[in-house]
Structure formats: C-alpha cells, structure tokens
C-alpha cells in the first residue's frame, strides 16, 4: 500500500483553480505553488487548505473542517485540525515571509484570508 499517493477518496472537492494572489492551488492536480514554484505539502494538508480557500474570508469551524478533511465524526477532544493547521501555517509563512493566511478566531475555528502580517521584524539597536 502507497501511503504517499492520493487515493480517490482523498481528491479534494472541485477540479477549479483557486487564486489567492502569490498563492495557487490546483486540487486536481493536487498542487499548490507560490509565484509558480510548488509548495511541498501532504495531502491533509491540501485538503485543508482547500477547504478553507473554497470558505474564504468566512470562519470555519473545527468540525465543518474535520468533516471536510478526515471524513469522520469530530470528537471535542480531537486535535488533529489544529495540529494540521500549525504545519500549513509554517509552511506558508516560509514560502511566503510577511503574509498571514490562516487567522485563528478562538472559540469558533478558523478563517482563511490572505493578508501582510502584522508584526514587523526590526534590528536589534545598539544601547
């Protein structure tokens, strides 16, 4: 068994392009790529980024997205979307330094709108 390659069950809904600006996501080619370069990303890791960029700019609960992802029941217990969540969030600040994508709404779930960070790095001064 290939645990590497997507089965059917996993495609990501809907064949369309989805453009986040710098940001493309191709489901059905299970591709992702920031300025035409490919991001590295598992297969939970773009079934989530695409259910987050199909619900754009609106919050989406953990159990919407759980549902959408790993297809079971959600468990309040479950933290799986969180965990999946902080690896997209790495990845996508690596390939896209100074850009926020994925905005935390505590008590709710999360909400995808591409925007500049606001935390603005500046060098150490001299005392």
Same mark, same amino acid.
């Given at each position: 068994?290939?645990?590497?390659?997507?089965?059917?069950?996993?495609?990501?809904?809907?064949?369309?392009?989805?453009?986040?600006? #710098?940001?493309?996501? *191709? %489901? +059905? @080619?299970?591709? $992702?790529? !920031?300025?035409?370069?490919? /991001?590295?990303?598992?297969?939970?890791?773009?079934?989530?980024?695409?259910?987050?960029?199909?619900?754009?700019?609106?919050?989406?609960?953990?159990?919407?997205?759980?549902?959408?992802?790993? #297809?079971?029941?959600? *468990? %309040? +217990? @479950?933290?799986? $979307?969180? !965990?999946?969540?902080?690896? /997209?969030?790495?990845?996508?600040?690596?390939?896209?330094?100074?850009?926020?994508?994925?905005?935390?709404?505590?008590?709710?779930?999360?909400?995808?709108?591409?925007?500049?960070?606001?935390?603005?790095?500046?060098?150490?001064?001299?005392?």
């Amino acid at each position: 068994m290939d645990h590497g390659k997507p089965r059917e069950a996993d495609h990501p809904e809907g064949s369309d392009v989805i453009d986040l600006g #710098r940001l493309e996501i *191709r %489901p +059905d @080619e299970y591709a $992702v790529t !920031v300025d035409g370069e490919r /991001l590295a990303l598992t297969v939970r890791e773009l079934q989530l980024l695409v259910a987050l960029a199909r619900r754009r700019d609106r919050i989406v609960t953990r159990e919407e997205l759980y549902a959408a992802v790993w #297809r079971k029941p959600y *468990r %309040p +217990d @479950e933290r799986s $979307v969180d !965990v999946y969540v902080r690896k /997209l969030r790495r990845k996508l600040a690596f390939a896209l330094p100074g850009w926020e994508f994925i905005h935390t709404h505590f008590g709710f779930g999360y909400r995808l709108s591409p925007s500049h960070s606001q935390v603005f790095h500046t060098p150490a001064t001299r005392g």
